[in-house]
């Protein structure tokens, strides 16, 4: 028996908003995903710089009242920490997957044979249940973030066989998880301390109806 939260469940917004309350203005995000492509199998990482929502339900934004705030979300993931991220996975010997598209479910259940392949046929490189609307109320906060994705399994529309199991991902992150929180750590310790992006300028010149942490 589990007592994780399950992907739709997930407070995101309260999380994001503790991150800046608590001084964080970078977010690395590292997940379990499943490859939508045969040639990135498991253990690789791929630091995906594009995402497709394919979620029902969360809600994906702080301002939902008091006025319409757009902020731009073009390219959802922060160019310096995606940099940083892809160089210290090639340091520490990974199979990394320099770009690529993930696209987000609803969960908690897999995909289905067709909704994999339509995926692929799409382009898309990744599949998972997390990393939205965390991305979008990172910007929404002017936060960096950059996602880190473990290719656990091959998703059901991928290759044969009896498609993807709760078990298997568990098991196969399990054995990563030492590993992966090195890869973070590293990943943290290179980060700059000065900003120079643009994810912190996210939210210049909009008016917003309250004011930030």
Excluded at 31 to 50: C, M, T
Excluded at 91 to 104: A, F, N, Q, R
Excluded at 150 to 157: I, K, R
């Amino acid at each position: 028996m589990t007592t994780a939260t399950p992907p739709h469940r997930i407070p995101y917004r309260a999380n994001l908003w503790a991150l800046r309350s608590l001084g964080v203005r970078q977010v690395l995000a590292p997940s379990a995903v499943g490859s939508l492509k045969a040639e990135h199998g498991p253990g690789a990482i791929v630091v995906p710089d594009q995402l497709v929502d394919r979620t029902s339900g969360r809600v994906q934004t702080y301002y939902d009242a008091g006025g319409a705030v757009h902020v731009s979300f073009a390219d959802p993931y922060c160019p310096t920490g995606r940099a940083v991220a892809v160089s210290a996975a090639r340091s520490g010997g990974w199979d990394i997957v320099d770009g690529g598209t993930l696209v987000v479910i609803e969960g908690p259940r897999f995909s289905t044979r067709a909704e994999s392949q339509w995926f692929a046929r799409n382009g898309w490189t990744i599949v998972g249940m997390t990393g939205f609307p965390e991305a979008v109320l990172a910007r929404e906060l002017a936060l960096c973030y950059t996602s880190l994705s473990l290719v656990t399994d091959h998703d059901a529309g991928v290759e044969a066989g009896e498609g993807v199991t709760h078990e298997e991902v568990l098991r196969f992150f399990a054995t990563n998880v030492t590993k992966m929180r090195s890869l973070v750590a590293d990943a943290v310790e290179a980060l700059p301390q000065e900003r120079t992006c643009a994810c912190g300028s996210a939210l210049d010149g909009i008016k917003l109806p309250f004011d930030l942490p």
